[in-house]
Nanobody
Framework: QERFVESGGGLVQPGGSLRLSCTSSRFTLDVYAIGWLRQAPGKEREGVSC????????DYSDSVKGRFTLSRDTAKNTVYLQMNNLRPEDTAVYYC?????????????????WGQGTQVTVSS
């Protein structure tokens, strides 16, 4: 059984938008901090952003500030990553994850449970 399921990725032109979704049939997402991470071709996995149990958010990468936003829908047990003004360098496989804490961890090394990822490709 998968821990998390990510969806919403696809091919988009520069300047376009996508909304990624993260849900789970095993965990209740509103009691944990949920992080979004990504891995671009030839690059190591990096943190993007995180939403805490209390819905405060933390951006791990300065490059996404003002463009990416996180939200939680408790009724749907889903966390969303809204991505606007996408750039080619945003191309990556995007993952959601948790370390089972209420607050967002400082580094991506704390994350313990992962999904399968969803591919985002930004190209003209």
């Amino acid at each position: 059984q998968e821990r998390f399921v990510e969806s919403g990725g696809g091919l988009v032109q520069p300047g376009g938008s996508l909304r990624l979704s993260c849900t789970s049939s095993r965990f209740t997402l509103d009691v944990y901090a949920i992080g979004w991470l990504r891995q671009a071709p030839g690059k190591e996995r990096e943190g993007v952003s995180c939403i805490s149990m209390s819905d405060s958010t933390t951006d791990y990468s300065d490059s996404v500030k003002g463009r990416f936003t996180l939200s939680r829908d408790t009724a749907k047990n889903t966390v969303y990553l809204q991505m606007n003004n996408l750039r080619p360098e945003d191309t990556a496989v995007y993952y959601c994850a948790t370390d089972f804490g209420r607050a967002c961890p400082r580094t991506v090394y704390r994350y313990a449970a992962w999904g399968q990822g969803t591919q985002v490709t930004v190209s003209s």
